[in-house]
């Protein structure tokens, strides 16, 4: 395929699959707000997860998005170094997020910083955000499309602890931003924490850890383990839909880590809210495309 | 049955309600968020809607404007409203407004501000912003349009918009400072318990 088609082909999917993640929540997302809802008893909890229901289905009603916090459109790009459009994909996504703002449409939320002016079109210097890691033999591409409102990117924290205070002082960390910050979010939340060397690798870490399924484990035992303590433990505390009290506070506690200095212990907490508007698509080298999150779903 | 509070909003309609309660709103709700709080307050600009007796909604929504001028609400959700926080017992003493729309709780200064002059903090669920936009009957005026689409005060005529849950009441009551102590309360017990568990370095 000539790099100009399959880059105007690449646009059109990846404008209508930007739309689409606006608009319809993942299958394990919509799957577990199902299980949290049954699970509730109290009037409020109830009155909430009745108007999240009514709202999704609106939403895909009427081809709108869902809710209208769209954030800041961010891409995280797995790519193998011999996908054939790797270069065209910087150009191809930023089009997209042009072409979705209008078409979608999308709410206008791009702010340049110290120009401090909306540029009206959701892009600006850096923005759409992409992230990039490259997979060395491989010839596919695989997309997370991710639209974070500001009510659920302002838990966010990092910190780097001393080693003293152990997984210990991650567990505290957790509970503490979790706790003041998380009734704003929009609970029940997804909690990505990535615990590493440093704030920014802790920062990317626990982003990173909110692309996994809600109900996923990290493969290593005690990761797991910590993964669901925290899980349980939050619900214990009973944030509830909205901060407003009920059975869960979380739809679940995803941890990612890697090796780190042994003099610290960097930990970070990014938070999903309810409307966790996450979509992966995977790209073959022919720009045939399987879409991963929403099962079903068509463009 | 469902309780429907009507704009304009008196002061008896307000009385009974209790923080929990969940009502609906037909009348006139406005958008009004950060920079309208700040230009009434602290720029000391008037604002150019009447708002006695009527509601405010801390939102920042999608509106498409049509070619006759017409504008229509495609999607509309609250925004945190805590950030409002340092100007509503004033926006309220300033604007009579009664009903204040938004999401998560609101601190000290607001439940101040609805115990003395009599307006009630109401959240509609976070993130619903199409069933919300459904209940906007139309879109009367537009004010503040320098400000772009998610600051511009929206004029809306609404009808059955809900369900907002009280969450500040006229006593000054405030559920999530209730909610927040009872969560603060439960923390500590369940960390020390999962610290148990986790002493991975030995
Ligand atoms: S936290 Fe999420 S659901 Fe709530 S308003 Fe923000 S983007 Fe929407």
Redesign the pocket.
């Known amino acids: 395929m000539e790099k100009q088609e399959a880059a105007q082909r690449l646009t059109e999917v990846m404008t209508k699959f930007t739309g689409y993640v606006g608009k319809h929540l993942p299958t394990d997302v919509q799957a577990k707000l199902k299980e949290l809802s049954a699970r509730e008893d109290k009037p409020l909890a109830k009155v909430v997860y009745q108007s999240m229901h009514d709202n999704q289905e609106a939403a895909a009603r009427l081809n709108r998005p ?6 800041v459109i961010q891409y995280f790009i797995t790519c193998g170094a011999k996908f054939p459009f790797i270069g065209e994909l910087e150009g191809v996504l930023r089009e997209a997020t042009l072409r979705a703002t209008r078409e979608a449409p999308l709410r206008h939320n791009a702010v340049e910083t110290f120009t401090e002016k909306n540029t009206g079109t959701n892009t600006g210097s850096r923005i759409p955000w992409m992230d990039w890691d490259i997979v060395p033999d491989s010839d596919e591409c695989s997309i997370d499309v991710y ?8 838990p966010g924290a990092a910190k780097v602890l001393m080693p003293g205070q152990g997984y210990e002082g991650v567990n505290q960390f957790v509970f503490d931003v979790i706790t003041s910050y998380g009734i ?3 609970p029940p939340l997804l909690v990505g924490i990535g615990v590493s060397t440093s704030v920014e690798t802790a920062a990317r870490l626990s982003k990173k850890a909110l692309f996994r399924e809600v109900s996923s484990s990290n493969p290593h035992p005690d990761a797991a383990k910590m993964e669901k303590l925290l899980e349980d433990g939050l619900n214990k505390v009973g944030i509830g839909p909205q901060g407003l009290g009920g059975k869960a506070s979380v739809m679940g506690v995803n941890i990612e880590s890697s090796a780190r200095h042994p003099s610290t212990i960097g930990v970070a907490v990014s938070t ?6 996450r979509g992966n698509i995977r790209f073959k080298s022919d720009l045939s495309y399987e879409i991963i999150s929403h099962k079903g779903a068509a463009l | 049955m469902k309780k429907i509070l009507t704009t304009p909003i008196r002061d008896e309609d307000l009385e009974d309600l209790n923080v929990g309660d969940v009502v609906y709103l037909n009348g006139t709700l406005v958008t009004c968020r950060d920079v309208a709080h700040r230009r009434l307050i602290e720029l000391g600009r008037e604002i150019p809607v009447d708002l006695k007796g009527n509601a405010i909604f801390h939102a920042g929504p999608i509106v498409v404007e049509k070619d006759d001028g017409s504008f229509e609400m495609i999607s509309i ?4 409203s805590m950030r409002m926080e340092k100007f509503e017992k004033e926006f309220i003493e300033q604007t009579g407004v009664k009903l204040i729309v938004g ?1 998560g709780g609101m601190g000290p200064n607001t439940e101040e501000g609805c115990r003395k002059y009599k307006a009630v903090h109401a959240v509609f669920p ?4 199409v069933s919300a936009a459904t209940q906007v009957e139309r879109i009367e005026g537009a004010e503040w349009r320098d400000l772009g689409m998610p600051e511009t005060l929206w004029i809306n005529k609404v009808r059955e918009f809900g369900p907002l849950i009280i969450s500040i009441d006229t006593k000054g009551n405030n559920l999530f400072e209730q909610n927040k102590a009872s969560f603060n309360a439960r923390k500590q017990p369940i960390i020390e318990e999962i610290n148990q568990q986790i002493r991975f370095i030995k």
């Open positions: 869902s809710c209208q916090d769209i954030g639209m974070a409102g500001g009510g659920c990117s302002l704003n979010a929009c999903g809210c309810w409307a966790h508007r | 959700g609250p925004t945190t999401k976070g993130g619903c912003a």
